[in-house]
């Protein structure tokens, strides 16, 4: 067995984020750079441009590119507002939520960007109502309305503190009501938004090329011209890419070799800073209650019994990430332990014991899949430790199977598999987004899943608390009732590195609350 209780790996010789902003001999550019764009590298391409439709890393473009009512200036962990002059609930039972724009928005291509606009946006998330799709974070959303051209109010069905959260997510991008249809998502790569950046051409799992839009009014106060974003298949061809100043930055999908290899450099004063900061993704099973072993609890509880998480982040991931033991990440309020306080460590005699209660006494047949060029280089690796571990209890005989992210998605949303793997990258940070999005009749996974207590009781519950440190108690049985239920598998949570040339400065304060990259932090250093 490996130490549950190892710390991720940390090297002192790292700069830390606090002194990645000075240097000997450079300076920060106060001003945009005019030396062509910064070139940022990432593994995790969007799977759509239409807010509509995404609940996933698209957001990571839309950040950039569309405009939100809220979002969150440097250093907030609190939405502020954006597109909004001001945001605030007008009533005692956190059920109306009224903005008031600011004065002269625009789209990018001129058109007035009004309230209309709004409630057009956040209207046809719902009407479209895509599988999988954005409308489960608006469960609690009654109906919109647009009293003049400056003012928003959003009338909830009961109460909810986490709203102002919600409209922070890109996924309520506020598009343009002429070029976005209200019942059918926008099928080209042609983009109208009203964000920091406009979008001057899109290959589809290649590159994105962003510009100043001198059109935005918002918070971001922009420190470079353009970026451009490269999608890479793997993380060895973008640190490749990196090395030889083909790219200036990387984000999202180092893989753990190259991390350890990284810190090594920048400890040895070579032309790569990395930074290691505090990350809230998590990656776990899924389980199909309709497939007809997948289906079974005991099934899933013997799966929870053997898969050894400590395992998996030493061996797959060289410990750069952490044994996960709830779906609420360390860190936040409310997290548990509850899959280690029931099951402890891996036993086969316990997974045997279960299967034997419900008269399982042959190996069970299950397909495991996974996502190619998703979440990182290592994820084929960590699913044939899982499939190893599985089949060397000799319960299980596992079958792997993959397919790339755009694909594999509508296969999740037409329940064609019967366990799954997924990434979660929060959308806001707190307890309730770690549950409510994976529960309900509509949700992320395309998978419905009741969970009547904690759809009906728990989370309104929590949501009539604006003081998020009193929710604790909710949080912590509807974990419970996760765990019990073995619907969802949690595996590991993650760390938030960035590597980046020494020239970049801005790195360290360019992640959101969410690891969202807010490109416009970036700049060039200039020399004395």
Known sequence: ???????????????????????????????????????????????????????????????????????????????????????????????????????????SDGGTLDAKAVKHSIDRIRTINVNGGPAGLLGSLDRVQAPNEREVV??????????????????????????????????????????????????????????????????????????????????????????????????????????????????????????????????????????????????????????????????????????????????????????????????VAKARQILAGAGITEPVPLTLWYTTDRYGSETALEFKEIERQLEASKLFDITLESRPWKTYVEGYQNGEYPVFGRGWFPDFPDADNFIAPFVGEQNALGTPYAAKKITNDLLPSSRRESDRGNVVKQFEEAQQILVDDVRLLPLWQGRAYVAASRDISGAERALDPSTIMMMWELSRKTSW
């Open 154 to 347: 959003f009338h909830l069905n009961k109460p909810d503190a986490t709203f102002p959260f919600v409209l922070a997510t890109p996924a309520m991008s506020i598009v343009d009501p002429g070029a976005y249809p209200a019942g059918a998502l926008r099928e080209d790569t042609a983009v109208i938004g009203s964000g920091p950046y406009t979008l001057q051409s899109y290959e589809e799992g290649k590159e994105a090329q962003l510009v100043r839009n001198d059109r935005y009014k918002g918070h971001a106060e922009r420190r470079n011209n353009a970026v451009t974003i490269r999608y890479f298949q793997d993380s060895d061809t973008m640190v490749e890419a990196l090395r030889d100043d083909r790219i200036d930055l990387t984000y999202r999908g180092l893989a753990a070799d190259d991390i350890i290899d990284l810190q090594g450099r920048a400890s040895k004063e070579e032309e790569i800073q990395l930074i290691d900061g505090t990350g809230t993704d998590i990656n776990y099973l899924v389980f199909n209650p309709k497939d007809p072993w997948a289906g079974k609890k005991e099934v899933r509880r013997a799966v929870a019994q053997i898969v050894d998480r400590a395992a998996i982040a030493h061996k797959v991931y060289k410990d750069t990430v952490d044994p996960l033991y709830s779906m609420v990440p360390k860190g936040l309020t409310g997290h548990t332990t509850g899959f280690f306080d029931d099951f402890g460590e891996p036993s």
């Open 1 to 107: 067995m490996f130490n549950r209780n190892r710390c991720l790996r940390r090297v002192a010789a790292i700069a830390s984020i606090s002194s990645l902003v000075t240097g000997c001999g450079v300076l920060a550019s106060d001003s945009p750079d005019d030396e062509g764009p910064i070139v940022v590298g990432t593994t995790s391409s969007p799977s759509t441009l239409d807010p509509a439709a995404s609940w996933d890393s698209s957001w990571e473009l839309f950040r950039n590119i569309y405009q939100t009512l809220l979002s969150y200036p440097v250093g907030a962990t609190a939405p502020q507002p954006d597109a909004a002059k001001s945001c605030e609930f007008t009533d005692s039972s956190n059920q109306v939520f009224r903005c008031e724009l600011r004065e002269g928005l625009t789209f």
